[in-house]
């Protein structure tokens, strides 16, 4: 095994294990309980948007829409339960419209060949305006406590939105590792030509991947908006970013055709503790948005060095 296989194969994890144990040597409080449950609650909403990202991103698309369409869907369910009361259909009518933006984004970017950031970011603006027209701009309040404990309650010691992270990361496990859909994915990214060609159905594969990327948005959304207590229009600015560079740290390729829902895993949790690490130090934010984006750029830096390392030993 080369070197440009290894890191490839455990790079992603050492260099967890190295932040973490530097992050705990050095700066006070990091490893104390209460810190560290209250990363895994700050990364929980970024980490959910990431698995449906993943599928995106592996099939070499990208979406830049996540923060506008939490903020839609987010506000849109909490307005439901306003009305209704009920919880399970306040959830329901996030799901229903998460499922309907992410067919809306499959099959404009595959009938007419749109690329899926110009597609995207028209749905950025839209459901912005959306939003802010339907709100006017003022938060929707008076959800009760049903769906306030999606986002802020415990079972046990267990914050209830990172057990449906947990749920989330099997299921995204499950599709791309044991199922049809999933080889398709890996199929299409790598080369859709030869995937086409073996009898790929390439534009339906693509559909599927955002349908259940707005399946992702809406249970973030809800669980977003659950966490601050009310429907925020203004929630959710450049969470898009923070999604894709989880994707991004974690192995993902953004020319598609390799990533694992693992590696997005480990790749939230590094940028988590990065961010956490950072407001413990009180360093400035300005200068946080400049760490995130030397971040990104490094990673796909090193999956550009890896991917060349890896040719040249073929």
Do not use: C
């Amino acid at each position: 095994m080369n070197l440009a296989e290894l890191y490839g194969k455990y790079g992603t994890f050492a260099i967890l294990v190295v932040i973490f144990t530097l992050s705990s040597i050095f700066t006070r409080g990091f490893a104390t309980q209460a810190n560290l449950t209250n990363v895994l609650r700050q990364i929980t909403v970024v980490t959910i948007l990431a698995l449906g990202a993943t599928f995106i991103i592996i099939l070499g698309h990208i979406n830049v829409a996540y923060g506008s369409m939490i903020a839609l869907i987010g506000v849109i369910s909490t307005a439901i339960m306003v009305a209704t009361g009920n919880v399970f259909v306040a959830v329901m009518g996030a799901v229903g419209l998460g499922l309907v933006i992410g067919a809306i984004n499959g099959y404009v970017i595959t009938k007419f060949h749109i690329p899926a950031f110009i597609m995207t970011l028209a749905v950025t603006t839209v459901a912005r305006g959306s939003v802010l027209l339907f709100t006017n701009g003022v938060p929707v309040t008076g959800m009760g406590k049903s769906y306030t404990f999606i986002g802020q309650g415990y079972i046990g010691i267990m914050p209830v939105s990172v057990l449906i992270l947990l749920v989330l990361f099997v299921l995204s496990w499950v599709m791309l590792n044991k199922t049809r859909f999933g080889r398709h994915v890996y199929a299409v990214g790598g080369n859709e030509q030869a995937a086409i060609a073996s009898g790929i159905k390439s534009k339906n594969v693509v559909r599927k991947a955002f349908l259940f990327d707005g399946f992702t948005a809406a249970i973030a959304g809800v669980v977003l908006m659950s966490r601050m207590n009310s429907g925020q229009p203004a929630a959710g600015v450049a969470y898009e970013f923070d999604a894709i560079t989880a994707v991004v740290v974690g192995g993902t390729s953004l020319a598609g055709g390799s990533g694992t829902v693992v590696g997005t895993i480990i790749g939230a949790v590094i940028v988590g503790i990065i961010n956490n690490v950072q407001n413990l130090a009180n360093v400035n934010t300005y200068w946080q948005q400049i760490v995130k984006g030397l971040i990104i750029l490094t990673a796909v830096i090193i999956d550009k060095m890896t991917k060349q390392a890896s040719s040249m030993k073929k």
